[in-house]
């Protein structure tokens, strides 16, 4: 009885020693951070993150998200599996799995393997849509042209996109600005806008690239301000004349006393904000147009007749 009392003692040693050397290892394992970006919409459920049997790939243990939902503490070094959900009945579809915001493969896996993972690695998965299309709409300033073109567009689509044109969600969509009277030329662009929200770079400064290009991802109207120089430092005491304007033309335009003055003009006179939607258009008499400068919003204007064009400052 003694003997067996002294084995189980033993037993049970041996078990405890086994018991803190695995916790032991447990404890000393080097875990490193790990961003997972997930899309917000089109997922069934919580992604999931775990080691997996190499043979098999049933997973072996499984990692729970941080807080904030996209943080994971891995083991350094690990091979680890990411599984996603997409909403498939409502048409989302895996379109590619990224690592440190560059595609390494398309497809339509619902699962992707990482191996030895290390701190501070990103991994996103992005979904896309069947079936599903958006409209694009685009409007350009006066004096200037916008060309759009699908750039996902597949061979023997058409990749050009006329505003008002519906186009096929998470298509790569570019916008290309120019001057009017020459497609190849460039433009002092202020800032882009899309649905009325200003683009920005990674430092939050407006774009101001002749060019935009984004993911389709809802309806859009694009549209795009001019950099009139005004309240940049520099003096401005003429308004500057727009690509194509007519500088011997004469027309003339002044504020003052809360009147918009416009001389010299010839035709139909028509008045622009800068975002190209006409705000009134008017016939001069003896060449001479007269607006109320108080019904009008402060901001920059374009004016045009028949022969030319110029910038006014509305204060």
Partial sequence: MRKSFTTLLVALAVAAGGWLQNASAQETEKLVTVQFV???????????????????????????????????????????CFDVFPDEEAGYFVSQWLVDDSPIMYSSYLNSTFQK??????IEVQFEMDNVFYKVEYEAPYGTMIRCVNRSAGEGEEAEIQSGDMIAAASNVLFMISPETNPDGEVAL??????????????????????????????????????????????????????????????????AAGVLTISQAEG????????????????????????????????????RDSRSCQKVLVY
């Fill in 38 to 80: 997930t899309p917000t919409t089109g997922i069934t459920a919580p992604a999931k993150v775990y080691l997996a049997d190499p043979v098999t790939f049933e997973p072996t243990r499984e990692f729970q998200a941080d807080a904030d939902g996209i943080t994971y503490h891995l083991p350094d070094g690990e091979e680890v």
């Fill in 190 to 255: 202020k800032a882009w806008y899309i649905n009325g929200r200003i683009c920005v770079d990674g430092a939050d400064d407006p774009l101001t690239s002749n060019s935009l290009e984004f993911k389709l991802l809802e309806d859009v109207k694009v549209t795009a301000e001019l950099d009139d120089g005004i309240g940049d430092g520099e003096e401005d005491d003429e308004p500057s004349l727009l690509p194509g304007a007519d500088a011997s033309a004469g027309l003339h335009c002044t504020v």
């Fill in 268 to 303: 139909i006179t028509t008045l622009y904000d800068l975002y190209g939607k006409q705000v009134m258009a008017l016939m001069p008499e003896n060449g001479q147009v007269v607006v109320s400068a108080t019904a009008l919003p402060q901001g920059v204007y374009l004016v």
């Fill in 117 to 122: 993972v290390y701190d501070g690695m990103k």
